[in-house]
């Protein structure tokens, strides 16, 4: 890179440029940072995402230390039998934990683990440490994916929708490096507003819970691959998602179809699945189910993907995305 | 230098260039006319490697654009005045097109001034005019110091002051040793700034000639006569670079003879004459009547072999 990158006959009056030399993959990586990062509207989305993200969490805990007061209260007014609080809390827990939540496995929402993890906990005293309390940094997850697979379909399918791609691509002509350098500052913004927000729920949770004597602390099983793996779903989704806007070029198609996928498809399979076994056991490979399995903090359920299943699943996904947009991407005329 | 060899390209059914071969060379500024639609736009993307060659190649300084390790400092290319992400300031793009090459915030800076974008280049693209747009986009192609460079209709839009830039700066790469493609509708704007041009219509090259062949071409007067033997008189004009066509009877328009050549021909053959009217031709009809009829490209390479067709009496220069 450091010989014959200008021109052979370098007309005398141009200026010279001491930095010389051509395209690499580092200075692609810049390139495409300083255009995440100078389009205002991304910032502020990344903002709200943390703030959704955070603000859902908070709902969560709330909603959790309700529960657990409902329980306790229970608890001392009947006669302390040994079975009611297990009872009565399986009951409530999916609508009052995660109050925004639609009640079904498919969006993405750990509202699975709950029922059944809490029924183990030792009666009479609260519910701590239950997969419920330690899925609560991660609850904001549900909103986070709709706003992080909209702004990966946004960043890529905007630049065709403005004609920035001619003046990307006339910079990068081998077209690869640009995309992979697209996806790769996509998944790593993802993983950090996903994590970040995780942990940002994490600190705003803790006080929460904590007036209703639930603990919460990075120590307690899953609690903090939870919080992480909220990073690595978006960041998987993200580059699914970016996928999908890179081979529709198309901003409102590509958001519609993304969001289609990931919550429309998993509802479709809900409502479908008394039409056979084969419907749910499909469902569990659906991007947003298999990622759902990453943030779990708890056991998983009978015949669900295991939080590294889970992970595989929609990391193959990914891949697949983005290798099939790059490989399109390149033959086609811009 | 840019060297395209048998280049086409179809988009399904409709063949945009057709078996295009040209070379453009460094030192001039080359001229590429041709009606909307005549495969202008659709060739320079495929020398920039947006649109892939149905079939044939075209080579950038020796290489296809993409071979090249720093595409901007070998090719600027101004393709489409909105290549730019309308939420972006004009700063910010050309920064972001910069950091691919290493291409230092002094250059950037550099482009910015050059192109009297200083004013508003912290505002966001999508605001800009037509013109504020297309300065914007010569900026980018300028940004790696360039040994080619290729404007796609670049004074589009351009208030007359820009539309002076425009042709002064062109002028000024070309007189620096640099290869300067431009495109154009406009018969007019070519004649005042390019030194060789290619002309194009429905994706075929129909001419390609340095421009002061094309113009000394268009310079044959043309003279509409009036006579009742027609024949007789062109007969008696023939001779080369001489031809007529019979608009209708008794009216002649004669091209390549002056009109006092007409009238003594005339006289020696005692043939009445009752109209001789010598006749404009601007590069801008010609041009029209070039690119018009699509059975004229095949036949012809050279504009000013026009009015061949009809009773000509000496066909050729």
Redesign the interface.
């Known amino acids: 890179m450091s010989t014959a990158t200008t021109s052979k006959n370098p007309p005398e009056s141009a200026p010279a440029d001491p930095t010389g030399s051509g395209v690499s993959f580092l200075r692609v990586l810049k390139s495409e940072w300083i255009k995440v990062t100078t389009v205002p509207s991304t910032v502020i989305l990344l903002a709200v995402t943390v703030l959704v993200m955070v603000g859902l969490a908070a709902g969560a805990a709330w909603g959790t230390v309700q529960l657990a007061n409902e329980a306790a209260d229970r608890a001392t007014q009947s006669a302390p039998s040994a079975g009611a609080t297990a009872e009565a809390a399986p009951t409530a827990v999916p609508g009052a934990a995660v109050p925004t939540a639609v009640p079904t496995e498919g969006a993405g929402v750990p509202t699975d683990g709950a029922a059944g993890d809490s029924a183990d906990d030792s009666p009479g005293g609260p519910p701590a440490a239950s997969s419920l309390v330690r899925e609560v940094p991660s609850s904001g997850v549900l909103f986070g994916q709709l706003l992080i697979a909209s702004l990966a379909v946004v960043l890529v399918a905007s630049e065709w929708g403005t004609g920035m791609i001619r003046s990307t691509f006339s910079a990068v002509p081998k077209r690869t490096p640009a995309l992979l350098a697209k996806n790769l500052i996509i998944a790593v913004v993802s993983f950090i507003v996903g994590a970040g927000a995780a942990f940002i729920s994490f600190l705003v949770a803790r006080p929460i819970l904590g007036s209703a004597d639930l603990s919460l602390s990075l120590g307690d099983d899953g609690v903090l691959a939870s919080i992480l793996n909220t990073g690595t779903f978006l960041a998987l989704l993200a580059v699914f998602s970016m996928g999908i806007g890179t081979l529709l070029r198309n901003t409102a198609g590509g958001v519609v179809t993304a969001i289609g996928v990931i919550f429309v498809l998993p509802l479709v399979a809900t409502i479908l699945q008394n039409l056979g076994d084969w419907i749910s056991d499909a469902a569990r490979f659906l991007p947003s189910n298999a990622g759902a399995q990453l943030v779990m903090a708890g056991t998983t359920a009978e015949g669900d993907l295991t939080q590294l299943q889970g992970g595989l699943v929609l990391g193959a996904w990914a891949a697949v995305l983005l290798i099939t947009s790059i490989v399109v991407t390149k033959k086609r005329d811009v | 230098m840019i060297e395209a060899v048998g280049l086409s390209k179809r988009y399904g059914d409709k063949t945009a260039v057709d078996d295009v071969s040209f070379t453009v060379q ?1 030192g001039k500024v080359t001229g590429f006319l041709g009606p909307n639609g005549a495969g202008k736009s659709t060739t320079m ?1 495929m020398i ?5 060659p149905t079939s044939g190649r075209v080579l950038v ?2 290489k296809p ?2 071979r ?7 090719v600027g ?1 101004l ?2 005045a ?8 004009a700063y ?2 050309l ?3 910069a ?6 915030a002094n ?1 950037v800076n ?1 482009v910015i001034d050059l192109t009297g974008l200083t004013s508003v280049a912290k505002k966001r693209v999508g605001g800009f005019s037509l013109g504020m747009g297309q300065r914007l986009g010569i900026a ?1 192609a300028l940004l790696g ?3 080619t460079v290729i404007l796609d209709e670049p004074v589009n839009g351009l208030d007359p002051e820009g539309v002076l830039w425009v042709r002064h700066m062109a002028r000024e790469l070309a007189a ?3 290869t300067v493609f431009l495109s154009s509708h406009l018969m007019s704007e070519m004649a005042q700034t390019a030194d060789h041009l290619i002309v194009i219509g429905r994706g075929r090259i129909i001419a390609d000639a340095p421009i002061a062949e094309i113009i000394a071409g268009q310079k044959k007067v043309r003279v509409l006569v009036r006579t009742d033997s027609p024949r007789d008189l062109l007969e008696a004009l023939a001779g080369p670079g001489v031809t007529g066509v019979e608009k209708e009877t008794g009216l002649l328009e004669i091209t390549g003879a002056q009109p006092r050549r007409i009238a003594e021909a005339a006289l020696d053959r005692q043939i009445l004459v009752y109209e001789l009217t010598p006749l404009q031709v601007s590069l801008e009809d010609a041009y029209m009547e070039l690119t018009r009829d699509d059975v004229e490209y095949r036949s012809q390479d050279r504009p000013q072999e026009l009015a061949a067709a009809g009773t000509a009496s000496g066909k050729g220069k």
């Open positions: 460094p993307r920039v490697g947006l649109d892939r300084n020796g654009y993409a090249h390790k720093a595409p901007l400092r070998e290319a393709l489409d909105k290549a730019v992400h309308t939420k972006r300031s910010n793009h920064r972001a097109m950091a691919t090459h290493g291409i230092s250059r550099e980018s110091d360039p040994s620096e040793g640099r």
